[in-house]
C-alpha cells in the first residue's frame, strides 16, 4: 500500500512538472494538483480496485445465488456508526482539504456539492464494477457517500481556517511565486 503510494505519487509528481515546464505558471497551482491528482489515484485503489472478471470468485458467487441487490445498502447506518464509516470519514479530508488549492474560490456550499459527488461517484463504480463482475466484495451504502461529506466538509474547514489565517497574518515575502503568496489568493467562504 506505502509503495503504491510512493509510486503514484512520484508518478503525479513527474506528469505535473512537465505541465508547469510547458505551461510555466505559478508553481505551487501545479505542486496542488500533482498531490490531488495522487490522492484521487489512492483513493480509487483503495476503494475499486481490484476488478476481477471471468474468474473462479465470480462463478463461486454465481453458485450461491448472489444478486446485485445483495450489496446495495440503502439505509444509513443501519448498525451504527462502524471503523468503517470512521475510516471513509478520515478517507475524505485530504479530499475537502486540498479542493481550496486546487479552485482558487472554494466556497463549504462548493465543498459540500464536491463531496457529495465525490462520495457518490465512489459508491456507483462499486456499482457498476459490481454489475460487470457478476459479484462484489464491496457494499454500495449511502453511510459511505454521508461520511465522505463529513470528511470533505472537515477538510474543507481545516484549509479555509488555514487560508484565512495565512491571509490575516499577511504572510508574504514579497513574490507572486511564493507558497504563502499562493495561499493568500484562495477564496474561502
Not at 461517484?121 to 462484489?136: D, K, N, R, V, Y
Request: proline letters at 2%; hydrophobic letters at 55%.
Amino acid at each position: 500500500m506505502l509503495l503504491d503510494f510512493i509510486i503514484i505519487a512520484v508518478i503525479s509528481v513527474i506528469v505535473w512538472s512537465i505541465v508547469y515546464a510547458v505551461k510555466g505558471e505559478n508553481f505551487w497551482r501545479y505542486a496542488a494538483w500533482a498531490l490531488f491528482s495522487a490522492y484521487l489515484v489512492c483513493v480509487a485503489d483503495i476503494t475499486i480496485f481490484p476488478i476481477h472478471i471471468n474468474s473462479s470468485i465470480q462463478k463461486a458467487f454465481e453458485a450461491q445465488g448472489w444478486r446485485i441487490v445483495d450489496c446495495i445498502v440503502l439505509v444509513p447506518f443501519r448498525d451504527g456508526i462502524s471503523k468503517d464509516d470512521i475510516l471513509n470519514v478520515i478517507m475524505a479530508i485530504p479530499f475537502g482539504f486540498l479542493l481550496p488549492f486546487v479552485k482558487k474560490k472554494t466556497t463549504w456550499k462548493t465543498a459540500l456539492i464536491a463531496g457529495l459527488i465525490f462520495g457518490t461517484t465512489i459508491e456507483l463504480l462499486q456499482l457498476l464494477i459490481a454489475a460487470i463482475q457478476g459479484f462484489s466484495f464491496r457494499y454500495t451504502d449511502v453511510s459511505d457517500v454521508i461520511c465522505n461529506l463529513v470528511g470533505t466538509l472537515i477538510g474543507w474547514i481545516i484549509a479555509a481556517a488555514l487560508i484565512l489565517l495565512v491571509q490575516k497574518r499577511k504572510a508574504t515575502d514579497g513574490s507572486e511565486e511564493s507558497f504563502y503568496s499562493y495561499i493568500a489568493q484562495r477564496r474561502v467562504k
